[in-house]
């Protein structure tokens, strides 16, 4: 029996005749089947540019505002799952309370998508150094270091603060808060290769343009897009 992360309750493992005749040992997941359908995915109907789940095809509102400030250079953003009650309870124990076995939750939820893309560096976004402190582990890198190789070529100032105690105006108006850091795996060809900035939550998409600015003023030419679980 495998007790779930997330409700606490006991389930059975799922097995088949294949995973019983196999060589390989099955990872098995830390959420019942209950909790599972808990995290809705998004919808087919999405904006093209950000992924949010819309009404009619086109560019969602925010990726409009976002196109007047970029005309010609909008940054592409993948997601999954769509917000809701239950990522909004998980990422209060996970982030705010720091449950560090949490990280298992997000990483089963993700685990098969993220393996399908294919880039040259996978950057998460950096958690601010107080925040950081108080945890003992950063949270982005935590949920995708188990899955690919990352690259830590963005630190976050101290003093910034957290998004996720910011209403929308707040987030919008945020300044740079990223550097790219002196001891980052600088090479002389990375010009042109092809970054994902890596996050757990898009809610207007600050952050992410504030991170993917940032690392174009070192390497103008990269090709950058964004993954996060949920939008």
Known sequence: MIECLFCGQYFAADFNLLDLLSTQKKRQGRLC????????????????NCDKNVEKSGLCLDCQDWQKIYPNNLLKNHAVYRYSDAFHDLMVNYKRYGDYCLREILQELIRKEIQEYHF????????????????????????????????????????????????????????????????????????????????????????????????????????????????
């Open 33 to 48: 089947r209950q909790c599972l359908k808990r995290f809705p995915r998004l919808g087919k109907t999405r904006c093209p």
């Open 120 to 231: 040259d560096y996978y950057v998460p976004v950096p958690t601010s150094p107080e925040h950081q402190k108080r945890r003992q582990f950063d949270t982005v890198s935590a949920i995708f270091a188990d899955l690919l190789s990352l690259s830590y070529f963005l630190k976050k100032k101290e003093g910034t603060g957290a998004q996720g105690e910011k209403n929308k105006r707040q987030r919008l108006l945020t300044p740079q808060g990223f550097f790219v850091a002196k001891d980052a795996p600088i090479k002389d060809n990375i010009s042109n290769d092809r970054f994902l900035l890596l996050d757990d939550i898009y809610t207007t998409g600050r952050t992410l343009y504030n991170a993917r600015d940032k690392l174009l003023e070192v390497f103008p030419q990269a090709k950058i897009e964004s993954f996060a679980i949920c939008h």
